[in-house]
């Protein structure tokens, strides 16, 4: 018997996630329910998903922005934007983020369970959950990194600067880059730059210590980049 497909709800209100998670419950679903921007955010980082269901308008963060972080995560899982948001600049800015359908709320149950299926019909984008450097290793969905096979242990943050810098393996990282997609700011000012400092001080202590070959590499007046180092 085939496992039945997990889908996330990311929906702050109450009287519009719970009908949705009974109906598709009911559709024999296993539904999860997010009612903030950051706590799905890390939930579909950690744990495996078939589809999300997308509310734009949240609380701590807004829909679009989990979207973007999402893509550039490499997570691929299709995602159902359902909103009250109805203008045609809104649904361009959505699809054009990464969404693969839109729906506008009101809706009939029946019309989300027919999008459901007929995203969960398409065939999977490769996603990849592992990402390697040399012998450096990170597991995204268990959220777990080591070099040699032995545990590095890093807070939440050295996390998500070290998975974007192997994400660019090779490539040279700005600051402004790191300000933007791993800070979530807006523009750079001398106290975000002293924390990438200090975390890349931090992360590359925890990850090269003791290590011949050093893998996170200092680009003089530019940023950073994780490569292997020509010996």
Do not use: C
């Not at 007929?118 to 040399?134: E, G, H, N």
Request: net charge neutral; glycine share 6%; no cysteine.
């Amino acid at each position: 018997m085939a496992t039945a497909a997990r889908i996330m709800i990311v929906e702050d209100e109450s009287d519009v996630a719970r009908p949705l998670k009974a109906g598709l419950d009911g559709a024999g679903y296993q539904v999860d329910v997010a009612t903030s921007g950051e706590s799905a955010f890390f939930q579909m980082s950690a744990e495996p998903f078939q589809l999300i269901l997308l509310d734009l308008t949240l609380p701590d963060r807004d829909g679009l922005s989990i979207l973007k972080a999402m893509r550039a995560r490499g997570l691929n899982m299709p995602v159902l934007i359902v909103t009250a948001r109805d203008a045609l600049h809104d649904r361009v800015l959505g699809l054009n983020a990464g969404a693969d359908d839109y729906l506008v709320k009101p809706f009939a149950l029946e019309e989300v369970l027919a999008r459901v299926r007929a995203l969960l019909r398409r065939p999977p984008t490769t996603q990849s959950i592992r990402l390697s450097v040399l012998d450096l290793e990170m597991d995204l969905f268990r959220r777990q990194v080591s070099r040699a096979g032995v545990p590095i242990d890093l807070t939440a943050r050295e996390f998500e600067l070290l998975e974007y810098l192997m994400r660019h393996e090779g490539s040279v990282v700005s600051r402004g880059m790191l300000v933007r997609d791993v800070w979530k700011y807006s523009m750079a000012s001398t106290t975000v730059d002293n924390l990438i400092d200090v975390h890349v001080t931090r992360l590359r202590r925890k990850v090269d210590a003791n290590h011949h070959q050093k893998l996170i590499h200092t680009v003089r007046g530019i940023g950073f980049a994780v490569r292997e180092e020509r010996l």
